[in-house]
Protein backbone atom coordinates (compact mmCIF):
# COMPACT_ATOMS: atom_id res chain seq x y z
CA UNK A 1 0.00 0.00 0.00
CA UNK A 2 1.15 3.76 -0.49
CA UNK A 3 1.14 4.73 2.67
CA UNK A 4 4.14 3.05 4.28
CA UNK A 5 7.20 2.56 2.17
CA UNK A 6 6.02 3.84 -1.10
CA UNK A 7 5.10 7.62 0.36
CA UNK A 8 8.59 7.78 1.75
CA UNK A 9 10.08 6.91 -1.26
CA UNK A 10 7.56 8.96 -3.68
CA UNK A 11 8.35 12.18 -0.90
CA UNK A 12 12.02 11.67 -1.37
CA UNK A 13 11.83 12.00 -5.25
CA UNK A 14 9.95 15.07 -4.62
CA UNK A 15 6.43 12.75 -5.97
CA UNK A 16 3.57 14.01 -4.05
CA UNK A 17 0.34 11.99 -3.28
CA UNK A 18 -2.91 12.47 -4.93
CA UNK A 19 -5.50 9.37 -3.81
CA UNK A 20 -8.27 9.01 -5.84
CA UNK A 21 -10.20 6.20 -3.55
CA UNK A 22 -10.26 8.08 -0.44
CA UNK A 23 -13.82 6.15 -0.15
CA UNK A 24 -13.40 3.03 -0.85
CA UNK A 25 -15.57 2.89 -4.05
CA UNK A 26 -18.06 4.26 -1.90
CA UNK A 27 -17.67 1.93 0.99
CA UNK A 28 -16.89 4.83 3.64
CA UNK A 29 -19.54 6.89 2.64
CA UNK A 30 -21.80 4.54 5.16
CA UNK A 31 -24.77 4.46 2.26
CA UNK A 32 -24.02 0.75 1.75
CA UNK A 33 -23.64 -0.10 5.54
CA UNK A 34 -26.22 2.12 6.53
CA UNK A 35 -28.70 3.41 3.68
CA UNK A 36 -31.02 4.63 6.22
CA UNK A 37 -28.59 7.48 7.41
CA UNK A 38 -26.51 7.72 4.69
CA UNK A 39 -28.12 6.97 0.76
CA UNK A 40 -28.04 10.77 0.27
CA UNK A 41 -29.66 12.22 -2.89
CA UNK A 42 -29.61 9.42 -5.54
CA UNK A 43 -31.29 6.41 -5.23
CA UNK A 44 -28.99 3.35 -3.79
CA UNK A 45 -29.76 0.89 -6.65
CA UNK A 46 -27.96 3.09 -8.86
CA UNK A 47 -25.15 3.59 -6.58
CA UNK A 48 -21.95 1.57 -8.21
CA UNK A 49 -21.97 -1.36 -6.17
CA UNK A 50 -25.54 -1.89 -6.70
CA UNK A 51 -25.75 -1.34 -10.42
CA UNK A 52 -22.65 -2.85 -11.28
CA UNK A 53 -21.97 -5.69 -8.72
CA UNK A 54 -18.41 -6.22 -10.49
CA UNK A 55 -17.36 -2.75 -10.06
CA UNK A 56 -14.30 -2.87 -8.31
CA UNK A 57 -14.56 -5.83 -6.53
CA UNK A 58 -11.93 -5.47 -3.87
CA UNK A 59 -14.19 -2.70 -1.97
CA UNK A 60 -16.79 -5.05 -1.96
CA UNK A 61 -15.73 -8.30 -0.17
CA UNK A 62 -16.67 -8.85 3.46
CA UNK A 63 -13.62 -7.81 5.42
CA UNK A 64 -13.70 -4.35 3.21
CA UNK A 65 -17.31 -4.10 4.49
CA UNK A 66 -16.47 -5.22 8.25
CA UNK A 67 -13.75 -1.95 8.60
CA UNK A 68 -16.23 -0.05 7.00
CA UNK A 69 -18.76 -0.33 9.29
CA UNK A 70 -16.37 -0.04 12.24
CA UNK A 71 -15.31 3.06 10.75
CA UNK A 72 -18.94 4.57 9.70
CA UNK A 73 -19.12 3.97 14.09
CA UNK A 74 -16.20 5.62 14.55
CA UNK A 75 -17.37 8.93 12.65
CA UNK A 76 -20.56 8.87 13.68
CA UNK A 77 -18.48 8.96 17.71
CA UNK A 78 -17.12 11.71 17.02
CA UNK A 79 -20.19 13.73 15.45
CA UNK A 80 -19.15 13.72 11.85
CA UNK A 81 -20.27 11.85 9.13
CA UNK A 82 -18.25 8.52 7.64
CA UNK A 83 -17.39 10.45 4.28
CA UNK A 84 -16.12 13.75 6.33
CA UNK A 85 -13.57 11.51 8.31
CA UNK A 86 -12.43 9.58 5.08
CA UNK A 87 -11.78 12.26 3.13
CA UNK A 88 -10.14 14.48 6.40
CA UNK A 89 -7.90 11.84 7.05
CA UNK A 90 -6.82 11.60 3.77
CA UNK A 91 -6.43 15.22 3.55
CA UNK A 92 -4.15 15.28 7.02
CA UNK A 93 -1.77 13.06 5.65
CA UNK A 94 1.57 14.51 5.18
CA UNK A 95 2.31 12.62 1.86
CA UNK A 96 -0.80 14.43 -0.09
CA UNK A 97 -1.22 17.08 -1.66
CA UNK A 98 -5.03 16.83 -2.46
CA UNK A 99 -8.02 14.11 -2.85
CA UNK A 100 -9.84 13.88 -5.82
CA UNK A 101 -13.35 13.52 -4.29
CA UNK A 102 -15.28 11.70 -7.01
CA UNK A 103 -18.49 13.33 -6.76
CA UNK A 104 -21.61 12.56 -8.27
CA UNK A 105 -24.39 14.28 -7.44
CA UNK A 106 -24.77 18.18 -5.35
CA UNK A 107 -24.70 16.51 -2.26
CA UNK A 108 -21.32 14.61 -2.32
CA UNK A 109 -20.18 17.45 -3.20
CA UNK A 110 -21.69 19.19 -0.11
CA UNK A 111 -20.26 16.69 1.83
CA UNK A 112 -17.03 16.82 0.20
CA UNK A 113 -16.34 20.50 0.97
CA UNK A 114 -18.35 20.38 4.21
CA UNK A 115 -15.14 17.37 5.70
CA UNK A 116 -12.28 20.10 4.35
CA UNK A 117 -13.79 22.69 6.02
CA UNK A 118 -12.88 20.93 9.24
CA UNK A 119 -10.17 21.68 11.39
CA UNK A 120 -7.50 18.86 11.34
CA UNK A 121 -8.55 15.72 12.80
CA UNK A 122 -7.94 15.30 16.92
CA UNK A 123 -4.64 13.08 17.55
CA UNK A 124 -7.27 10.76 19.97
CA UNK A 125 -9.68 10.17 16.60
CA UNK A 126 -6.23 9.35 14.91
CA UNK A 127 -5.58 6.82 17.67
CA UNK A 128 -8.87 5.27 17.45
CA UNK A 129 -8.57 4.78 13.01
CA UNK A 130 -5.06 3.67 13.62
CA UNK A 131 -6.41 0.48 15.51
CA UNK A 132 -9.11 -0.45 12.71
CA UNK A 133 -6.29 -0.01 10.33
CA UNK A 134 -4.56 -2.30 12.39
CA UNK A 135 -7.56 -4.99 12.89
CA UNK A 136 -8.36 -4.79 9.45
CA UNK A 137 -4.95 -4.43 7.35
CA UNK A 138 -5.56 -3.62 3.85
CA UNK A 139 -9.21 -4.84 3.83
CA UNK A 140 -9.68 -4.81 -0.20
CA UNK A 141 -6.52 -6.10 -1.15
CA UNK A 142 -6.32 -10.00 -2.51
CA UNK A 143 -2.37 -11.16 -2.23
CA UNK A 144 -3.09 -14.63 -3.65
CA UNK A 145 -6.95 -15.15 -4.90
CA UNK A 146 -9.47 -12.64 -5.55
CA UNK A 147 -12.32 -14.81 -5.87
CA UNK A 148 -11.69 -16.36 -2.58
CA UNK A 149 -11.69 -13.51 -0.51
CA UNK A 150 -14.62 -12.19 -1.86
CA UNK A 151 -16.35 -15.67 -1.40
CA UNK A 152 -14.65 -17.71 1.57
CA UNK A 153 -16.67 -18.35 4.32
CA UNK A 154 -13.81 -17.15 6.84
CA UNK A 155 -14.89 -14.00 5.65
CA UNK A 156 -18.69 -14.00 7.02
CA UNK A 157 -21.28 -11.31 5.60
CA UNK A 158 -21.65 -8.51 7.79
CA UNK A 159 -24.90 -6.69 8.06
CA UNK A 160 -26.06 -3.93 10.46
CA UNK A 161 -29.59 -3.57 8.98
CA UNK A 162 -32.59 -4.36 11.31
CA UNK A 163 -35.04 -6.93 9.71
CA UNK A 164 -37.12 -4.18 8.23
CA UNK A 165 -34.35 -2.20 6.62
CA UNK A 166 -33.56 -5.46 4.78
CA UNK A 167 -36.74 -6.06 3.74
CA UNK A 168 -37.26 -2.24 2.57
CA UNK A 169 -33.68 -2.17 0.53
CA UNK A 170 -33.87 -5.47 -1.37
CA UNK A 171 -31.44 -4.36 -3.97
CA UNK A 172 -29.27 -3.07 -1.46
CA UNK A 173 -26.03 -4.77 -0.03
CA UNK A 174 -25.58 -4.40 3.21
CA UNK A 175 -22.70 -5.25 4.49
Given at each position: NYEGDIAEAAYEFGVLGLPYGALAGGLLTGKYAFP???SGDR????ARHNAQPKFQPRYNNPNAQRAAVEYCLLAEKWGIKPVELAYAWARDRWYNTCVITGT?????CKDAINAFKLEPLPEALLKAIDIIHEKYRNPCSAYADKDLVLTADFFAPVSTATKEEDDDNKTVSAC
Open positions: HKYPLALTTVEQ
